[in-house]
């Protein structure tokens, strides 16, 4: 979108600087999202009363008719249009919003705020989870051709960016023709300035074998999988409307092990789905202690509109959710520290994203674990070969090796 508008004549500014235009890119994962994009239009209305407010995205397509006379929302943009914003404007009001006859040339890097290229390649998902707004907002699963894909890639790479990050709404579901998401990797991989390839959350129905094979291989895709969980309990992942049950899920995990040892895994937990007691949370529990996760992102449930589970009865208290949530976030602590104790006294690899004054770098190894990096010549966006002297708190203290030529 920052791209379009530079294309068409605009200056790019920060959030709380007066502007013309305010677009607010909104999520509506959850009430609470929406409502975050409702307090960003207030506080751009105080900033400059006359500048034209602009909710893009989910928010647009399910708040709708909603915002009808809110006064702190000139406009509604959603999926469909959210790109080709300053046309609509131009339509709108050719005086005020004009494009010159002679467009900016369009950039072709975005300004990522990490040292890590994002990499969009696919959108929208139709596993209608109970607890899930994201088809509705979403539509149904859509991706970009791989040639375009690879162009932006190449784009990327030639502006310094040595890793990426491919990204969807369901990952997995990625197809161009016959070619699936191992083929799209297996292209981008004979890019020679892509030095490391990173997956975003995937299903765990749409892992294919043939990806856990060939990260195992591979050279430059990173050793992390991020598989949604969401609930350890047969009963509630039957309830969520999840395509597995635990068993299935332990075993994928156990698959994926297998091939790579030394691999990190997210997930996705849930807490306090409707319905969930003591019995299936404490199976969540156990699940969650006998696998060897190394990033858990947790949330409480979060009752919301248009989905099924908005209306299901047996709705937990607010109190034994967030008593679930510190015990989970406590076993996520403590098991991220055991992962990152495996490698010390070994070689990682390291993309630097930032330098403190003292030369000390920070960034992030393959197996998405944070680290702290002492060494000479360190760059943003590099990536180094280091050994850990130690783990503390999930992250990992490294020092460069004396023998250059040295790689994990």
């Known amino acids: 979108m920052t791209a379009h508008f530079s294309g068409a004549g605009y200056e790019a500014v920060p959030f709380g600087v ?25 506080q751009a209305k105080r900033i400059r009363p006359d500048t034209l407010v602009i909710l893009a995205g ?14 702190n929302i000139d406009l509604t943009i959603g999926q469909g249009g959210k790109y080709a914003i300053p046309e609509m404007l131009n339509q709108l009001d050719p005086k005020r919003y004009p494009i010159p006859q ?9 300004q990522f705020d990490t040292k890590r290229a994002l990499i969009k390649i696919q959108d929208g998902c139709d596993f209608h989870c109970a607890y899930c707004i994201v088809p509705t907002t979403r539509g149904n699963p859509i991706s970009r051709p791989i040639p375009v894909i ?78 949604p969980l969401q609930s350890g309990d ?44 003591s019995a299936a949370f ?44 510190r015990i989970l976030t406590a076993l996520g602590e403590t098991k991220r520290q055991i992962f990152a104790e495996r490698f010390v006294g070994q070689l990682v690899s390291i993309l630097i994203e930032r330098i403190d004054a003292d030369g000390t770098g920070h960034g992030w190894t393959s197996q998405y674990l944070e680290a702290r990096v002492s060494g000479p010549s360190l760059l943003p966006r590099a990536i180094v070969t280091a050994q850990v002297t130690q783990a503390m708190d999930g992250c990992l203290d490294c020092n460069i090796p004396t023998n250059p030529s040295t790689r994990p």
Request: hydrophobic content about 35%; glycine content about 6%.
């Open 58 to 71: 989910c928010p647009a397509e399910t708040l709708g008719k909603a915002l009808n006379g809110n006064p």
């Open 282 to 325: 404490g199976n969540t529990v156990t699940l969650v202690r006998e696998l060897p996760f190394s990033n858990l992102h947790i949330f409480p449930y979060s009752q919301r509109s248009g989905t099924r589970a908005d209306t299901m009865d047996n709705q937990i208290a607010t109190s034994e959710k967030k008593e679930r949530l």
């Open 234 to 277: 047969d009963r509630i992942l039957a309830a969520m409307g999840r395509r597995y049950d635990s068993i299935t899920y332990r075993r994928t995990i156990e698959t994926s092990l297998s091939r790579i040892p030394d691999l990190g895994l997210g997930t996705d937990i849930i807490v306090g789905f409707p319905g969930e007691d």
């Open 150 to 227: 690879r162009d932006e890639v190449l784009r990327v790479t030639d502006s310094g960016f040595s890793e990426i990050v491919l990204t969807g709404a369901n990952l997995g579901r990625y197809e161009d023709g016959s070619r699936r998401l191992a083929d799209l990797i297996l292209n981008l991989e004979s890019i020679p300035a892509v030095k490391r390839i990173r997956l975003s959350s995937i299903e765990i129905t749409t892992t294919e074998n043939a990806i856990i094979d060939h990260m195992a291989a591979s050279t430059k895709l990173c050793h992390f999988l991020h598989i």
């Open 18 to 42: 007066p502007a013309d235009v305010t677009v607010i890119h909104g999520c509506a994962i959850t009430s609470k999202a929406e409502h975050s994009s409702l307090y960003a239009a207030r």
């Open 102 to 110: 002679a467009p900016h040339p369009t950039p072709t890097v975005p």
